[in-house]
């Protein structure tokens, strides 16, 4: 494992279930890694105790919310957003460059193409093995923040009329939950609620790169199925006021619409091609004479 690379768990309220590490553990990952927890957990003593002082890093949540937009008047700091922007943070005073930012809940990170490019049976692999490939990816691009895909990216199937992101080897201008970043590549997440879309979509219309590749998938709870992290919060507000923050990020692309087939719920949706920067090929480009 590369020693300027390190795993930050985001955690809160769930010192028991910090289902995350138990999976890199069966996975085989040797690597550096660390729970992230806020000092306004009241479960803090409890994550210590299951995991050792060494492996908790605490941040001051307040503080945390003077340094970026959090788009809201409303204070209430229940959500990520803090912890991952902490993260950059957290990797500075640990002299590390290169993290993977996790949520607490995946039940197996899982390859979705075999070895022809087709797509296949999830299989698991080892993490090690993953997170270095990933990371000479990484190395050798520009790309501001790499993520893989989730589960829900291939419903659907694939097939001449299917999901796309299961018939090739390809990328979306996303990334959300499974976040590879580099203090050498900065940047900050904004909004309260909906923080990585919202990131992505307003950074993405500045010509910063967020990367989803569909080789590999994460397999999670479903949200507000799990009590504690995001769930209260995404409970109280609906899905309105949680996808109305990316309108406000970026509001010449993104409007709430209705998600689903036939039991609808609200849901954000961006048009990409009034978001992302289109730059025209050179087989464009008039000779000069």
Partial sequence: MDDN???????????????????????????????????????????IENFGNDKILIFDKLAMSKIFDTMDIEDNRKTIVYARNYCFEAAKQLGIEYFIELDDDYRSIECRFNTKGEFSQANKLNLDMITGYLLDYYKSTTITCLAIAQNGDFIGGGGVNGNPF????????????????????????????????????????????????????????????????????YMDSGTYVKSFYTVIAHPSSVKISLLGETKHRIHHRIKWKYTIPCILSEKYKKEVI
């Fill in 166 to 233: 299961c018939n090739n080897l390809m990328i979306k201008r996303k990334a959300m939950n499974f976040l590879l970043c580099s203090t050498l590549r900065p940047f900050q997440f904004i909004g309260r609620i909906n923080e990585d879309v919202n990131t992505y979509a307003l950074l993405g219309s500045q010509g910063k790169l967020f990367i989803t590749i569909n080789v590999l998938s994460l397999k999670q709870n479903d949200t507000q199925q799990s009590k504690g992290g995001m769930t209260d919060v």
């Fill in 5 to 47: 690379f390190c795993i930050f768990i985001l955690s809160h309220g769930r010192p028991d279930r910090v289902v995350t590490l138990r999976t890199m553990k069966e996975m085989g990952y040797t690597g550096k890694w660390f729970i992230i927890v806020d000092n306004e957990d009241k479960t803090i003593d409890k994550y």
